[in-house]
């Protein structure tokens, strides 16, 4: 990563003149080019490049000093982050405690910390570059060492819409395909939701507030073809050593899953090819999984945006980030297609009950529609007559999630074979006439009395 963006940086009033970096960054003109160097140059000269040292091996220092050579030779700002308290302690146990998952959140914590405390971009004037450095520039990227397959180039119209004017910075990282093979596999040993088949994603936001933009621009090179850059460019590669310790799952499935899964796929071929062609196959099912995702969130809003409308409550789901293709392709029809769903449950509603509300359901919801008119923050409660008019039950179970999720609160770790048990008996016995409770962790309880259900909170 350090040597490809300080290469860019270098030489970049050469390269943006290049054929094929003015059709990758689609400057057809002179003038376009060099409003294309500009920006180039300008977020390069405020690139701040951040070593996150979790005090878990004795080793690190080699690696800060490799890092650090490089941001000197390309003239970066080179920051140490040094992780204390859980993180440390983790890093010591014997792979009981949950050390990768503390990691991963401490270094998040750390990219929002870090964007708002580093100063603001600074621009500095072009400067010139001389007809060594072009031609020097021109013999090392016309070896095609960092290149990607067709089917594999950035697609700007879909990641175009993670960038706006809120957005406060963008963090660089550097995984590469077989890391995300190995997230995928990670992934079906731990147990995933089939909306979330896929391995890492190359845009993505650090959180829900959506003005942190992560972007892995090698997520679709393997780490062979990132170490043959390397020694083209005389680059130097550390290997971190904690990779090899074999009490970390993602550790096992890296040396010894992974290549004996590339064997049998292919045993005549070299393993570099089988897991392209692997990490391919998972790509094509991640945009499909997206796909499911994207249908599953309109059809869960839509549901929620019909009983709200019905009855007056607040709608527990968000409207969807992302639309489906189909709706991309005729423009924002989101609000057609929750109209629509809203129509077609309220007929299937009437063929199935009537036009009746159950007597005990409309004086309960009266008292919550009071309530909240008075100032109180009243319980988010499902409809179970309602949910069952949903026909599929994977979109029914989605429902379940998110209503969960809203009204216990992102804390609460749902387990997804307890929602399949509430789905399952709800379907069966949709009226209950007790209470019945189904404890979460962290003082939760789901209740079920009549038709209705709710989220205590202790």
């Not at 003149?17 to 060099?34: F, G, H, I, V």
């Not at 790509?283 to 009855?311: C, G, M, N, P, W």
Request: proline residues 3%; glycine residues 6%.
């Amino acid at each position: 990563m350090l040597h490809a963006l300080g290469l860019i940086k270098k030489h970049a009033t050469s390269l943006v003149k290049c054929s094929a970096w003015r059709r990758l960054l689609n400057a057809k003109r002179e003038d376009e080019s060099a409003q294309v160097y500009e920006t180039v140059r300008r977020l390069l000269e405020n690139v701040h490049v951040v070593y996150f040292d979790h005090r878990a091996r004795d080793d690190t220092s080699t690696d800060i000093e490799v890092v650090r050579a490089a941001c000197d030779l390309y003239g970066f700002d080179f920051i140490v982050e040094a992780a204390a308290g859980l993180v440390v302690d983790l890093g010591h146990d014997d792979g009981t405690g949950n050390f990768q998952k503390a990691a991963r959140d401490w270094r998040r914590g750390a990219y929002k910390r870090l964007i708002e405390e580093l100063p603001p971009p600074k621009a500095h004037p072009a400067t010139s570059k001389s007809s060594d450095e072009s031609a020097e520039a021109v013999r090392i990227f016309n070896r095609h060492v960092l290149t990607q397959e067709s089917d594999g180039l950035v697609d700007r119209s879909t990641h175009r819409s993670y960038f706006h004017r809120g957005t406060r910075g963008i963090v660089l990282l550097a995984h590469h395909a077989n890391d995300s093979v190995e997230t995928f596999l990670f992934k079906l040993l731990r147990g995933v939701h089939v909306s979330n088949l896929m391995g890492i994603e190359h845009v993505s936001y650090l959180d829900s507030d959506k003005d942190i933009v992560l972007v892995r621009p090698f997520v679709h090179l393997t780490k062979q073809d990132l170490r043959s850059f390397l020694e083209r460019v005389g680059g130097t590669f550390n290997e971190d050593s904690s990779n090899a310790d074999s009490k970390y799952l993602r550790n096992r499935i890296r040396n010894s899953v992974v290549p004996e899964l590339l064997k049998a796929m292919s045993p005549d071929n070299p393993p570099e090819v089988t897991l392209k062609t692997l990490n391919k196959r998972i790509r094509t099912l991640a945009a499909q999984s997206r796909e499911l995702r994207s249908s599953l969130d309109i059809e869960t809003y839509a549901f929620s945006h019909y009983v709200s409308s019905k009855y007056g409550l607040p709608n527990f789901v968000a409207p969807p980030q992302e639309a489906t293709t189909a709706v991309e392709r005729g423009g924002n029809r989101i609000n057609w297609l929750v109209s629509s769903y809203g129509d077609f449950y309220k007929r299937m509603s009437s063929v199935t009950y009537g036009d009746r509300v159950c007597e005990k359901t409309r004086k309960y919801i009266r008292t919550l529609q009071f309530l909240r008119g008075v100032g109180f923050n009243t319980k988010e409660v499902l409809l179970i007559k309602e949910w069952l008019l949903v026909p599929s039950e994977l979109t029914r179970k989605d429902i379940l999630y998110k209503f969960c999720l809203r009204a216990a609160g992102k804390e609460v770790l749902l387990d997804h074979s307890l929602l399949e048990r509430l789905s399952a008996s709800w379907s069966s016995e949709p009226v209950s006439d007790v209470l019945k409770m189904h404890f979460l962790h962290a003082g939760r309880a789901i209740c079920h009395q009549g038709s209705l259900v709710k989220v205590h909170r202790s």
